[in-house]
């Protein structure tokens, strides 16, 4: 199975919805939030001079010089979105192209966007590589993480299967 971006930001978001998702459990679809941030990410790559860029089982928001840029619509799961615009970095650099990574934050209600500047570093590189290896195991174990209640579920595609 090829691993993507999405699955390596679930993956330290929510374990569960990472299983949830690798076993193409897809109820992403319905939720209103995902669309929020899928429009999203339309806008800014339409007005963007690049666009979206597909390479491989990835999808990059954009790339503008020495960055890839990634957009999200709230800075709630930095660590998350940081790992997943670091694999991102990860599959560019095999294909030989060296970019930092900027992850932008678009605020509700904000003016101020925040901006993260990410750089992959080779001991980064080395625990991508494993964990790669790692998800792929995981998502194939036929066990289903246990449903544990977290705030963090109440923005969450997979809120219904879980809670109800
Ligand atoms: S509802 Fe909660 S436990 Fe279930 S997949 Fe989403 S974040 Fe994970």
Same mark, same amino acid.
């Given at each position: 199975?090829?691993?993507?971006?999405?699955?390596?930001?679930?993956?330290?978001?929510? &374990?569960?919805?990472?299983?949830?998702?690798?076993?193409?459990?897809?109820?992403?679809?319905?939720?209103?939030?995902?669309?929020?941030?899928?429009?999203?990410?339309?806008?800014?790559?339409?007005? +963007?001079? +690049?666009?979206?860029?597909?390479?491989?089982?990835?999808?990059? #928001?954009?790339?503008?010089?020495?960055?890839?840029? @990634?957009?999200?619509?709230?800075? %709630?799961?930095?660590?998350? %979105? +940081?790992?997943?615009?670091?694999?991102?970095?990860?599959?560019?650099?095999?294909?030989?192209? #060296?970019?930092?990574? &900027?992850?932008?934050?678009?605020?509700?209600?904000?003016?101020?966007?925040?901006?993260? @500047?990410?750089?992959?570093?080779?001991?980064?590189?080395?625990?991508?590589?494993?964990? @790669?290896?790692?998800?792929?195991?995981?998502?194939?174990?036929?066990?289903?993480?246990?449903?544990?209640? @977290?705030?963090?579920?109440?923005?969450?595609?997979?809120? +219904?299967?879980?809670?109800?």
């Amino acid at each position: 199975m090829k691993i993507t971006g999405t699955l390596v930001n679930y993956f330290f978001h929510c &374990k569960r919805q990472c299983w949830l998702h690798g076993n193409r459990v897809n109820l992403e679809d319905n939720s209103e939030l995902v669309q929020i941030g899928k429009q999203l990410h339309k806008i800014k790559s339409e007005k +963007s001079k +690049s666009g979206e860029v597909a390479i491989d089982s990835i999808k990059i #928001d954009r790339i503008n010089g020495e960055y890839l840029i @990634e957009y999200k619509k709230s800075d %709630a799961d930095i660590k998350a %979105a +940081s790992w997943q615009v670091l694999y991102y970095l990860l599959v560019l650099k095999r294909k030989g192209i #060296d970019k930092k990574g &900027k992850l932008i934050c678009m605020e509700k209600n904000k003016e101020v966007k925040k901006v993260f @500047e990410i750089v992959l570093t080779k001991s980064v590189e080395s625990i991508l590589v494993n964990l @790669e290896e790692e998800i792929k195991e995981f998502i194939m174990t036929k066990d289903i993480p246990p449903f544990e209640y @977290e705030p963090k579920c109440r923005k969450c595609a997979y809120y +219904s299967y879980c809670v109800i």
